[in-house]
C-alpha cells in the first residue's frame, strides 16, 4: 500500500454515493490499495463507477451475509476514487483505490443491490497540541521497533509511515496495517477526534508488541531445542561410527533386535507361532525407534520371550512328603488333602508312562497341541466350596507348597470385563494380555498352581461376560491350545493347575460348574476351632503382635470361650480377630511395664504375682539382673477384660421352647444356620400372615405347610374347623432384616403350626430340616453337613431330616456327628411322632 497524494481542494465530492459492502475489514482514508471484487452486483457497481466518475462508498457488513440491505451496514465508511480496474477470468475484478475521505450515510436511496445512499463527509476534529505531536512521535517510533522485528513490513511501508506528516493519516496508516479485529478496526475509524484516535492506535501497538515478545520466546525455546536435538543426533551417529569400528552393537535397537532374536531362536518355534514371532521380529527390526508402532511392537515381542513355551523339566516329588506339608498347614479338610494325593499319584505314575514312552512324539513348542505322552489332559481344575473363612484361599498355597509349584492368585469378584482373562486386541491404546497369560509370564513355568478366588461373584456387563470367558480357560478339552486376544497365539494351559474358590454355586453359570471338581469345605465346630487355634492361629497371632509363645499360655476353655462366645461363624477368621485384640492388648501392657522397669530399680529377686500375669526374674552368679520376663496366663475368666461381654450367651441359644415355636436349619453362602419359627393366633377373620423377609419359594412352603397343618389338624388331633375362620394365624422368622428364602422350612413351619394348634412345646433340643409337600411327603434337601455343624454349634441333640438325605450323612465326619442322633423321615407323620409325641 501507499500513500494516496493530497486531493486538490477544488475536488467536489458527490453527496450520493454507490455503496460497496466490504466482508474482511474497513479501509482507512489516505491509503493506496488494490481490492478485489467477486460479487457480481457489486461488480455492475464498479462497472458503472468506472463510467462515471470512479467514486465509491466503501463500507463494512455488520454480519456477512449474501445479500445485504443498507441495514446491514455500518454507518460510517470511505469514499475512495478508483484509479485502475483489471478484469479477472472467474468474472470478477481487481481495482486499485485512492482512498479520500469519512462519510456517514444520511439516507437510504436504494436499499438493496445496486446500494445508492445519501452522504456527508465527515472532516478530522484537528488538535494541535504538544500533546498530539508526541503521540505522533510515539506511533512512528513504537511502529519503528515493530516493523524492525516483523518481516511482513516491507521498506516502502516503512518510508511511507516517515513520510507523512497529517498526525490522522499516521492513525489511519497504522491501524490499517495492524493485525487488529475488524470492530476494533471500524471503531477507530469512527472515531473523528484526531488525538482520541491516536490514542486507541497506540494501545493496540503496546499489545501487538507483547505478542511479538512472546512469539519470539517460543522461537528462541523452539530453536533451542531443535538445536539440541540435532547435536544429540550427530553425538548419536559418532558413537554409532565408533560402536561398529570397534565392532559393539551400534544402537538399542540393534540390541534388543539381537536380544529377541536369540530368545526366539532358542525356543525352536514351529507353524503358525513360527511364522507370527518371524513377522513381528522383522517388523520391528524395520522400525523407526521414533515411530508410533516400534513400542506396540517391542512389548508384544517382549511378552513373548518372556512365557514359558517349554516343557517343565521332569517333576520330582514324594507323596508322603507332600501329605506332611498339607497335614502341617491344615487341620482337617480331609476331601482336599486326598484329591491332592491322587492327583500326585497319578502325575508319578504319568510319569513313569512318559519316560518309558521315550521314542513317543516330543513337545515343540508353539506348535498348538504338541504333547508328552498327553492324550489326555495333565492339568486339573479343583472348586473349593465353602463359607468365608474355613480356609479356601490359604489351602490353594498349600497344595502349590506340597506339589513344588509356582503359585499364582488372582481374583474375579466384580471382574465385568472378559479382556481381564483373555486380554485386549493391540489394536486398543495400552492393550494388555489377560490375567492366565500374566500369570505364566510371571511364574515362568507352564505348569503353576492357579488360584482364581471368588469366582461365584463375577458380573456381567456391555463389555462382556468373564464367566464365559473362563469356559475355554477351564475346559481340557480346549485349554491346550489356549489363545489370548493380545497373544493371538496359541498356548498350551492345560498343565496348569487351577483352584477355583466360591461361597456358594447358586451365581455360578452351569457350563462353568460343569468344568469343575467340586470339593465342599464345610465350617468348623468348637472343637475343631480349638485344634486351629492351638496349632495355627495362636502361633501366628503372637508372631504378629510381636510376642513370644512362651509368654502367653492359653486354657481349653478359653479357647472354647473365645469360638463360643465370640467367634460362632462357619469360618475362623473372626477368632483370629479376637486373638489379635487380645495379643494387642497384651503388647500394651509388655511395653508399659518394660518402660516401668527401665525408670525403677530392678526388681526384687525371685517371682512376683501381678494381676492377671506373672513377672519371673532370674539372678546367676557374677550377672546383673535381669529384666523381668512378664508371663500371661489367658483362662476362661479374663477373656471378657480383653475382649468385652460374649457376643453369643449360652442363654440365647436358640431353642423352641414354648407353644407355636420350633428350631429350622438352613444353609447360607456363610454356612449353616439354625432358624426359630414362632406362630401365634389372636382372634380375627382367619387367614395366614408372614413376616420375617421370605422369598417367593419360602412363602409357597408356609403356605402348603398351613394347608397340611390344618388338614392333620382336624383329621388327626380333632381341632373344629371354625377355629380357623376365628383365628388369625402369624408366622414370623425372627432376624426380619436378614433375607430367607428356600423349601426345606417346610417340615418346620408345618411342626410349629401344630404345637400352636394343641399348645403343646416342641421336643427339647430338636432340630428339623425338610420340604414338605401337599400330600405330607417330606422331600430332600441340600447342605446337610453345614445344616449339621450349625446345629452342634446350637447344642442340638436330635434331627430330623428326610429319608432320601442318609446318602449325606457319611460325608459328615463322624466328630460332627458325635453326640448328635439322626431321624431319617419320609411322611410328615413320623416327623409328629417325633417332635410331639403323645402324652
Same mark, same amino acid.
Given at each position: ?30 491509503? /493506496? ?9 457489486d461488480v ?6 468506472v ?6 462508498g ?15 451496514l455500518?454507518?460510517?465508511?470511505? #469514499? ?13 475484478v ?21 446500494i ?45 509511515m ?23 478496526q ?5 472515531m473523528l477526534? #484526531? ?9 493496540f ?26 547435536? &544429540? ?15 559393539m ?6 540390541s ?9 531362536d532358542?525356543?525352536n518355534?514351529e507353524?503358525?507361532?513360527k ?25 508384544y515381542?517382549?511378552?513373548?520371550v ?9 517333576? &520330582?516329588?514324594d ?26 499319584a ?7 508312562g512318559?519316560?518309558?514312552a ?6 515343540n ?8 505322552f498327553d ?10 466350596l ?6 479356601k ?20 469378584g ?32 507352564? &505348569?503353576?498352581? /492357579? ?7 463375577m ?18 478339552e ?10 493371538d497365539l496359541?498356548?498350551?494351559i ?6 477355583i474358590t ?34 495355627y ?13 512362651s509368654?502367653v ?12 462366645g ?17 495379643h494387642r492388648?497384651?503388647?500394651?501392657q509388655? #511395653? ?14 525371685g ?6 500375669q ?14 523381668p ?5 489367658i483362662d ?38 439354625t ?16 413376616t ?21 389338624? =382336624?383329621e388327626?388331633?380333632?381341632v ?21 428364602d428356600?423349601p ?17 412345646n ?18 430332600? =434337601? ?14 442340638v441333640?436330635?434331627?430330623i ?11 459328615i465326619?463322624?466328630?460332627v ?9 419320609e ?9 410331639l409325641?403323645? &402324652?
Amino acid at each position: 500500500m501507499a500513500e494516496q497524494s493530497v486531493v486538490p481542494i477544488d475536488q467536489i465530492l458527490p453527496h450520493k454515493l454507490p455503496l460497496v459492502a466490504l466482508m474482511g475489514r474497513p479501509i482507512f482514508p489516505g491509503i /493506496f490499495t488494490p481490492i478485489m471484487i467477486g460479487n457480481p452486483p457489486d461488480v455492475k457497481v464498479i462497472d458503472d463507477a468506472v463510467s462515471g466518475d470512479g467514486l465509491i462508498g466503501l463500507v463494512m457488513l455488520r454480519n456477512e451475509t449474501e445479500n445485504p440491505l443498507i441495514t446491514d451496514l455500518y454507518q460510517i465508511g470511505t #469514499v475512495a476514487k478508483i484509479v485502475k480496474k483489471i478484469n479477472l477470468p472467474d468474472g470478477g475484478v481487481n481495482i486499485f483505490i485512492s482512498t479520500l475521505k469519512r462519510f456517514r450515510i444520511k439516507k437510504a436511496l436504494h436499499p438493496a443491490f445496486p446500494i445508492v445512499a445519501a452522504v456527508e463527509y465527515l472532516d478530522d476534529e484537528e488538535d494541535d497540541t504538544a500533546e498530539v505531536k508526541a503521540l505522533t512521535r510515539a506511533l512512528i517510533a513504537e511502529m519503528k521497533q515493530i516493523s524492525e522485528n516483523n518481516p511482513l513490513f516491507s521498506e516502502e511501508m516503512r518510508l511511507n509511515m516517515i513520510n507523512i506528516d497529517h498526525p490522522g493519516k499516521i492513525a489511519n496508516f497504522i491501524a490499517s496495517i495492524l493485525n487488529i479485529d475488524k470492530g476494533e478496526q471500524q471503531k477507530i475509524l469512527e472515531m473523528l477526534n #484526531v488525538r482520541k484516535r491516536m490514542e486507541q492506535v497506540l494501545v493496540f501497538i503496546k499489545k501487538e508488541q507483547e505478542l511479538l515478545r512472546i512469539q519470539k520466546r517460543i522461537q528462541k525455546e523452539i530453536n533451542e531445542k531443535i538445536e539440541k536435538s540435532q547435536r &544429540d543426533y550427530f553425538l548419536r551417529e559418532e558413537l554409532k561410527a565408533i560402536k561398529s569400528e570397534l565392532g559393539m552393537t551400534t544402537d538399542a535397537k540393534s540390541s534388543e533386535y539381537q536380544h529377541f532374536k536369540e530368545k526366539i531362536d532358542a525356543f525352536n518355534f514351529e507353524g503358525e507361532v513360527k511364522e507370527a514371532v518371524e513377522q513381528e521380529l522383522e517388523k520391528f527390526n524395520l522400525m523407526e525407534p521414533n515411530s508410533a508402532e516400534f513400542t506396540v511392537t517391542r512389548n508384544y515381542l517382549d511378552m513373548i520371550v518372556n512365557l514359558p513355551w517349554n516343557d517343565p523339566p521332569p517333576e &520330582d516329588f514324594d507323596l508322603k512328603s507332600a501329605r506332611e506339608i498339607l497335614e502341617m498347614d491344615h487341620y482337617g479338610l480331609k476331601d482336599v488333602k486326598d484329591r491332592i494325593a491322587e492327583y500326585l499319584a497319578v502325575r508319578k505314575l504319568r510319569n513313569q508312562g512318559g519316560r518309558a514312552a521315550k521314542s513317543g512324539p516330543k513337545n515343540n513348542p508353539g506348535k498348538a497341541g504338541g504333547r508328552v505322552f498327553d492324550k489326555y489332559p495333565t492339568g486339573s481344575i479343583i472348586c473349593l466350596l465353602g463359607p468365608p473363612g474355613v480356609g479356601k484361599t490359604s489351602v490353594g498355597r498349600s497344595i502349590a507348597r506340597a506339589l513344588g509349584k509356582q503359585f499364582f492368585r488372582f481374583s474375579v469378584g466384580g471382574m465385568r470385563d472378559e479382556a481381564e482373562i483373555k486380554g485386549h486386541r493391540r489394536t486398543y491404546i495400552g492393550a494388555m494380555p489377560g490375567k492366565i497369560i500374566q500369570g505364566l509370564k510371571i511364574t515362568k513355568t507352564k &505348569d503353576p498352581v /492357579f488360584l482364581i478366588d471368588e469366582i461365584d461373584k463375577m458380573g456381567v456387563s456391555y463389555q462382556g461376560d468373564p464367566a464365559s470367558a473362563l469356559l475355554e480357560v477351564l475346559d481340557p478339552e480346549q485349554n491346550f491350545s489356549f489363545r489370548d486376544h493380545y497373544l493371538d497365539l496359541p498356548f498350551d494351559i492345560s498343565r496348569v493347575f487351577f483352584i477355583i474358590t466360591a461361597n456358594t454355586l447358586d451365581t455360578i453359570p452351569p457350563p462353568l460348574m460343569d468344568r469343575m471338581e467340586i470339593i465342599e469345605l464345610p465350617g468348623y465346630i468348637d472343637t475343631e476351632k480349638l485344634e486351629i487355634a492351638r496349632r495355627y492361629l495362636v502361633p501366628k497371632s503372637l508372631a504378629k503382635n510381636g510376642l513370644k509363645r512362651s509368654q502367653v499360655k492359653y486354657t481349653k476353655d478359653s479357647l472354647l470361650h473365645i469360638a463360643n462366645g465370640y467367634a460362632r461363624e462357619a469360618g475362623v477368621r473372626n477368632f483370629e480377630k479376637n486373638l489379635d485384640k487380645i495379643h494387642r492388648k497384651l503388647a500394651i501392657q509388655i #511395653v508399659e511395664a518394660e518402660e516401668k522397669a527401665a525408670q525403677t530399680a530392678p526388681a526384687a529377686e525371685g517371682t512376683v504375682k501381678q494381676s492377671g500375669q506373672t513377672v519371673e526374674t532370674q539372678v546367676t552368679a557374677g550377672e546383673k539382673k535381669a529384666e523381668p520376663v512378664p508371663v500371661f496366663a489367658i483362662d476362661k475368666k479374663n477373656i471378657e477384660i480383653h475382649l468385652g461381654k460374649p457376643l453369643f450367651l449360652e442363654d440365647v441359644i436358640k431353642r423352641a421352647d414354648k407353644p407355636g415355636m420350633s428350631l429350622g436349619l438352613a444353609w447360607t453362602s456363610m454356612g449353616g444356620d439354625t432358624l426359630i419359627i414362632e406362630a401365634v393366633a389372636s382372634p380375627g377373620k382367619g387367614g395366614l400372615t408372614l413376616t420375617g423377609k421370605m422369598g417367593d419359594t419360602m412363602k409357597e412352603s408356609a403356605s402348603i405347610a398351613m394347608t397340611v397343618a390344618r388338614k392333620v389338624g =382336624i383329621e388327626t388331633y380333632g381341632v373344629d374347623p371354625e377355629w380357623f375362620e376365628k383365628n388369625q394365624i402369624h408366622l414370623h422368622i425372627p432376624e426380619g432384616a436378614t433375607p430367607k428364602d428356600g423349601p426345606s422350612a417346610g417340615i418346620t413351619m408345618a411342626t410349629a403350626l401344630l404345637s400352636l394348634l394343641l399348645g403343646k412345646n416342641i421336643r427339647g433340643h430338636l432340630a428339623m430340616t425338610g420340604e414338605l409337600s401337599l400330600t405330607g411327603q417330606v422331600l430332600p =434337601i441340600g447342605g446337610l453337613k453345614e445344616k449339621t455343624i450349625a446345629a452342634r454349634r446350637n447344642k442340638v441333640q436330635d434331627i430330623i431330616i428326610p429319608k432320601q438325605n442318609r446318602r449325606d450323612l457319611d460325608d459328615i465326619p463322624d466328630h460332627v456327628k458325635k453326640s448328635i442322633t439322626f431321624h431319617p423321615v419320609e411322611l410328615f407323620y413320623e416327623v409328629l411322632d417325633i417332635a410331639l409325641p403323645p &402324652d
